[in-house]
């Protein structure tokens, strides 16, 4: 970061956050070789002076629903596109808040809902991007990250 690298992405391997069972042991030990590597760098960035310009984005594909279908103990989560929890720090988003809520069993958004596309206009606006002019090329086709389907800037985050 301080060699001014654009884009860093780190993965703990072995995928241990994919809980569909056995998450009584399985997602503290995740944690456990997480959350303090997590915490140092954002407070390395801070200390650099780095977290003012940098965007630290914790999050996945796919959120967790507080069930599982295949355990019979209840010993998991399954995949949740309705519902899920990213967190970020740095880069011009408040700190100390949380944003948007899910039904009282964690199965859906249902309050200051964003939706992927939302997320991406308001990531690629920190980045100094309008996400309605930028265009990419698949498969020879000219195409927008938001396949022209509705996006807004999530302001209520930005500090």
């Known amino acids: 970061m301080e060699r001014g690298v654009r884009f860093v992405q780190l993965f703990l391997n072995g ?3 994919d809980n569909h069972n056995n998450i009584k042991s399985a997602l503290p030990a995740a944690c456990r070789r997480t959350d303090k590597p997590a915490a140092a760098l954002v407070k390395d960035l801070k200390r650099s002076g780095l977290l003012d310009s940098t965007i630290v984005h914790w999050g996945g594909e796919i959120g967790r629903l507080p ?3 295949g355990d019979p103990n209840g010993g998991g989560r399954d995949h949740n596109g309705q519902g899920f929890t990213n967190w970020l720090a740095g880069g011009g988003f408040k700190g100390g808040m949380a944003y948007g809520e899910t039904d009282e069993v964690g199965h859906r958004a249902v ?3 964003v939706t992927p596309n939302d997320f991406q206009a308001t ?3 920190q980045f100094g991007i309008d996400y309605q ?3 990419f090329f698949h498969n020879g086709q000219q195409q927008q990250l938001t396949n022209g389907r509705p996006a807004r800037v999530v302001k209520d985050i930005l500090s």
């Open 15 to 17: 995928q241990p956050w």
């Open 67 to 69: 069930v599982t279908e």
């Open 111 to 113: 309050v200051d809902k």
């Open 123 to 125: 990531l690629l606006h």
């Open 133 to 135: 002019k930028l265009f």
